[in-house]
T-cell receptor, first 110, second 117 residues
Framework: DAKTTQPPSMDCAEGRAANLPCNHS???????VYWYRQIHSQGPQYIIH???NNETNEMASLIITEDRKSSTLILPHATLRDTAVYYC???????????FGTGTRLLVSP | GAVVSQHPSRVICKSGTSVKIECRSL??????MFWYRQFPKKSLMLMAT?????????EQGVEKDKFLINHASLTLSTLTVTSAHPEDSSFYIC?????????????FGPGTRLLVL
């Protein structure tokens, strides 16, 4: 079963920052927080992941709370192409499987 | 990021026939690959974990004799849906694990849409 809780849907205006929350209150010490997104009829796309420090790459930033019980994915300047279902997943490393929850459907509007 | 391909991208077959789907890691070697299935408006559900050179590990409720998985090389895993029926119609997606200097990540293929008539 998925170990995360996400809002089912969110809206964002084009050009604004999209902040997607995720609760993972039962996360273990060796589990990372992964974020993927799935655009309609495509395979999931890796976005970012982290353990306890905040992470940033060319796609997004990941902010993890100090107690690691929640995190926020930030898309700094959302575009229409960022409309997708975003999945927050917690998982240990070591080639373990990913368990997908229901994710957040982000709609970016003009 | 690493590239994973799938072939075919979509396939239509008659009920009772078998269909093979290929998953390839194009620019890296993958000892572990995963197969998922996704029904319309639903999330991805893991079917099995494919390990190079050994038998696949199937999730509970997934019939191993119906969904044959072969991982014969470090860049190729195949999923064969045997004696397909209309209820097997779905979006099948594979992923492969890759390790970089400090992190291990899974990358997904584009998916294969199967329609069984």
């Amino acid at each position: 079963d998925a170990k995360t809780t996400q809002p089912p849907s969110m809206d964002c205006a084009e050009g604004r920052a999209a902040n997607l929350p995720c609760n993972h209150s039962t996360i273990s010490g060796n589990e990372y927080v992964y974020w993927y997104r799935q655009i309609h009829s495509q395979g999931p796309q890796y976005i970012i992941h982290g353990l306890k420090n905040n992470e940033t790459n060319e796609m997004a930033s990941l902010i993890i709370t100090e107690d690691r019980k929640s995190s926020t994915l930030i898309l700094p300047h959302a575009t229409l192409r960022d409309t997708a279902v975003y999945y927050c997943i917690v998982r240990a490393t070591g080639f373990q499987k990913l368990v997908f929850g229901t994710g957040t459907r982000l709609l970016v509007s003009p | 990021g690493a590239v994973v391909s799938q072939h075919p991208s979509r396939v239509i077959c008659k009920s009772g026939t078998s269909v093979k789907i290929e998953c390839r890691s194009l620019d890296f070697q993958a000892t572990t690959m995963f197969w998922y299935r996704q029904f319309p408006k639903k999330s991805l559900m893991l079917m099995a974990t494919s390990n190079e050179g050994s038998k696949a590990t199937y999730e509970q409720g997934v019939e191993k004799d119906k969904f044959l998985i072969n991982h014969a090389s470090l860049t190729l895993s195949t999923l064969t849906v045997t004696s397909a029926h209309p209820e097997d119609s779905s979006f099948y997606i594979c992923s492969a694990s890759v390790s970089s200097l400090k992190k291990e990540t899974q990358y997904f293929g584009p998916g294969t849409r199967l329609l069984v008539l």
